[in-house]
């Protein structure tokens, strides 16, 4: 049985590849290995977390003894690294973290895997999963592609460049079997609320003010996080070793547009009269170098790889909007954190 470990499962994008890899191979054991920071929250797997094929680990991906005890004890085949501080406006109140766990975390499961595969990569494969960001901003027009050049300029995005340089390097140097990607910004289920979307729905369910950076022009390519997850199934086991992929949603937004999309479908839900959840949204002070614009060129992954998103904005959003509305009580113990007692609770004594 090919033994994975899936690092970051806990969090949002990670507890969408963990329940896929689980449902759709049962062949595979998953190890998911998360820390359980702020953003990490078991309550996302409840659906797997009694299957056969996958087990929950807490570790913290800087503590370098502790990965290598892992790596030790457990062989692993693959790693699917997702773990990561993910929140721009936490990088810039808190550079060092980001640091720590995006840079130092990454190279302690790298040289984990170098020590542990002794060279032997065949049938072994380290999959990091990165970001947009690392290219900067675009102007009005262009697209990212593979090989446009990084110019970070958040504290976020500069770790991310920096951990994807050294998994470059791994394989350059050691010959370590890598895939990277560089996805748009996620949406869908159990996404933290500290995040554009799933904060104005809570707000907007709360009748709490919506805020906007500035203006609300900044624009982002939007991409479901189920469709993000089939992505980084497709690359894991189909892309030749040392490549990237870049993974977008083709669904460029304006804030403020998607704002208002949101407060429309939020009043239609909601059964409130037209516009009525328009009135709350806020424009607050800009992020200090708020890029303006990101887009995606997913060619290079639709060609070779056969993937295409599956859902546009409009009907992506809404599903989104329905899981919220439908799981309250998720909601409610996130924003309480009351989240944070569910490994006490079902996982302590195993």
Same mark, same amino acid.
């Given at each position: 049985?090919?033994?994975?470990?899936?690092?970051?499962?806990?969090?949002?994008?990670? /507890?969408?590849?963990?329940?896929?890899?689980?449902?759709?191979?049962?062949?595979?054991?998953?190890?998911?290995?998360?820390?359980?920071?702020?953003?990490?929250? $078991?309550?996302?797997?409840?659906?797997?977390?009694?299957?056969?094929?996958?087990?929950?680990?807490?570790?913290?991906?800087?503590?370098?003894?502790?990965?290598? &005890? $892992?790596?030790? /004890?457990? =062989?692993?085949?693959? !790693?699917?690294?997702?773990?990561?501080?993910?929140? !721009?406006?936490?990088?810039? %109140?808190?550079? @060092? %973290?980001?640091?720590?766990?995006?840079?130092?975390?990454?190279?302690?499961?790298?040289?984990?895997?170098?020590?542990?595969?002794?060279?032997?990569?065949?049938?072994?494969?380290?999959? *990091? !999963?990165?970001?947009?960001?690392?290219?900067?901003?675009?102007?009005?027009?262009?697209?990212?592609?593979?090989?446009? /050049?990084?110019? #970070? *300029?958040?504290?976020?995005?500069?770790?991310?460049?920096?951990?994807? *340089?050294?998994?470059?390097?791994?394989?350059?140097?050691?010959?370590?079997?890598?895939?990277?990607?560089?996805?748009?910004?996620?949406?869908?289920?159990? *996404?933290? #609320?500290?995040? $554009?979307?799933?904060?104005?729905?809570?707000?907007?369910?709360?009748?709490?003010?919506?805020? !906007?950076?500035?203006?609300?022009?900044?624009?982002?390519?939007?991409?479901?996080?189920?469709?993000?997850?089939?992505?980084?199934?497709?690359?894991?086991?189909?892309?030749?070793?040392?490549?990237?992929? &870049?993974?977008?949603?083709?669904?460029?937004?304006? =804030?403020?547009?998607?704002?208002?999309?949101?407060?429309?479908?939020?009043?239609?839900?909601?059964?409130?009269?037209?516009?009525? @959840?328009?009135?709350?949204?806020?424009?607050?002070?800009?992020?200090?170098?708020?890029?303006?614009?990101?887009?995606?060129? @997913?060619?290079?992954?639709?060609?070779?790889?056969?993937?295409?998103?599956?859902?546009?904005?409009?009907?992506? $959003?809404?599903?989104?909007?329905?899981?919220?509305?439908?799981?309250?009580?998720?909601?409610?113990?996130?924003?309480?954190?009351?989240?944070?007692?569910?490994?006490?609770?079902?996982?302590?004594?195993?």
């Amino acid at each position: 049985m090919k033994k994975i470990l899936i690092t970051g499962g806990a969090g949002f994008i990670g /507890s969408h590849v963990v329940r896929r890899f689980v449902n759709n191979y049962p062949q595979y054991e998953i190890i998911n290995l998360d820390a359980l920071t702020y953003a990490g929250n $078991l309550a996302n797997l409840t659906d797997v977390e009694n299957k056969n094929n996958y087990r929950f680990v807490k570790a913290d991906i800087t503590n370098a003894a502790e990965i290598n &005890n $892992l790596f030790k /004890s457990e =062989n692993f085949d693959a !790693v699917i690294h997702l773990a990561a501080e993910s929140h !721009v406006d936490r990088s810039i %109140a808190d550079p @060092s %973290a980001f640091v720590m766990t995006n840079v130092i975390g990454t190279v302690n499961l790298l040289n984990a895997a170098k020590e542990y595969w002794k060279g032997d990569y065949a049938n072994k494969r380290f999959y *990091h !999963v990165s970001t947009d960001e690392v290219y900067g901003a675009l102007g009005e027009t262009g697209m990212f592609t593979e090989s446009t /050049s990084y110019d #970070p *300029h958040s504290p976020y995005s500069a770790s991310k460049a920096s951990s994807d *340089h050294f998994v470059r390097a791994y394989h350059d140097t050691y010959g370590l079997d890598i895939v990277i990607s560089n996805c748009s910004n996620n949406y869908g289920s159990h *996404h933290f #609320p500290e995040k $554009l979307i799933p904060l104005a729905i809570n707000n907007i369910k709360n009748n709490r003010p919506v805020p !906007v950076y500035g203006k609300g022009e900044n624009v982002r390519d939007w991409l479901w996080v189920e469709d993000h997850a089939r992505a980084i199934d497709v690359i894991f086991h189909n892309a030749k070793t040392g490549q990237t992929y &870049n993974i977008g949603g083709h669904n460029e937004w304006k =804030n403020i547009d998607l704002i208002h999309l949101l407060c429309t479908i939020m009043d239609q839900k909601l059964g409130r009269a037209e516009g009525e @959840s328009a009135k709350l949204i806020t424009f607050v002070t800009d992020r200090a170098g708020h890029d303006l614009r990101y887009a995606i060129d @997913s060619t290079k992954l639709q060609n070779e790889l056969d993937w295409v998103p599956s859902l546009q904005f409009e009907e992506g $959003l809404a599903k989104t909007v329905d899981w919220y509305l439908q799981n309250e009580d998720w909601l409610n113990n996130v924003t309480s954190g009351n989240y944070q007692a569910y490994y006490d609770n079902q996982y302590k004594g195993r």
